[in-house]
């Protein structure tokens, strides 16, 4: 019962006091909310230049090699594969045809990798591949572990014949990634 006597007074002088109640304010409300995030694999993807001029060579009886830079090749993986896995990225020439004459075949076509630029964890081997006529590889991945990529500038080779045709030779470098 006292408890009772004493908030009536309490409440009491509070009136008293020109009718004032104070009141403590109340904590700030909270509530959590639990979240998740999905995040899918991506691809497998291969970016190369659009062009590239290989240079300008001038003829001679005994013929030569002209390198040049091609420009920068670059894959990357986002498919979050698995920890062991790997890629392939492959080459492949046409023939550098002039507007008359003979081709220089693709077979005459050299693929030197150079050093490689890597981001995450794989194994990058450079296969620099002696002749680009046929699917070949130019540089492996192995030991992946999630997203990688790797960047390179090759070097090609073109080993002119002898005595060929003058005029303006064209082909086409394609590369792939699987």
């Given at each position: 019962?006292?408890?009772?006597?004493?908030?009536?007074?309490?409440?009491?002088?509070?009136?008293?006091?020109?009718?004032?109640?104070?009141?403590?304010?109340?904590?700030?409300?909270?509530?959590?909310?639990?979240?998740?995030?999905?995040?899918?694999?991506?691809?497998?993807?291969?970016?190369?230049?659009?062009?590239?001029?290989?240079?300008?060579?001038?003829?001679?009886?005994?013929?030569?090699?002209?390198?040049?830079?091609?420009?920068?090749?670059?894959?990357?993986?986002?498919?979050?594969?698995?920890?062991?896995?790997?890629?392939?990225?492959?080459?492949?020439?046409?023939?550098?045809?002039?507007?008359?004459?003979?081709?220089?075949?693709?077979?005459?076509?050299?693929?030197?990798?150079?050093?490689?630029?890597?981001?995450?964890?794989?194994?990058?081997?450079?296969?620099?591949?002696?002749?680009?006529?046929?699917?070949?590889?130019?540089?492996?991945?192995?030991?992946?572990?999630?997203?990688?990529?790797?960047?390179?500038?090759?070097?090609?080779?073109?080993?002119?014949?002898?005595?060929?045709?003058?005029?303006?030779y064209t082909g086409t470098?394609?590369?792939?990634?699987?």
């Open positions: 019962m006292r408890t009772r006597v004493q908030f009536s007074f309490a409440i009491a002088g509070a009136l008293a006091l020109g009718g004032v109640l104070i009141v403590a304010p109340a904590g700030p409300a909270t509530a959590a909310t639990g979240v998740t995030l999905t995040v899918v694999g991506g691809a497998l993807s291969i970016t190369v230049p659009a062009t590239a001029a290989l240079g300008t060579w001038t003829n001679s009886v005994a013929g030569g090699t002209l390198s040049t830079a091609l420009g920068q090749v670059q894959v990357n993986d986002a498919r979050s594969p698995a920890a062991g896995s790997g890629w392939v990225a492959t080459v492949i020439s046409t023939a550098l045809t002039p507007s008359g004459g003979p081709t220089i075949g693709a077979a005459l076509i050299g693929y030197t990798v150079g050093p490689i630029t890597k981001v995450g964890t794989a194994t990058y081997v450079a296969n620099n591949p002696a002749a680009i006529d046929g699917v070949v590889a130019a540089v492996t991945a192995s030991g992946i572990t999630g997203d990688n990529s790797a960047t390179w500038n090759p070097t090609i080779d073109v080993h002119i014949p002898g005595g060929i045709a003058s005029g303006v470098i394609t590369h792939s990634v699987a």
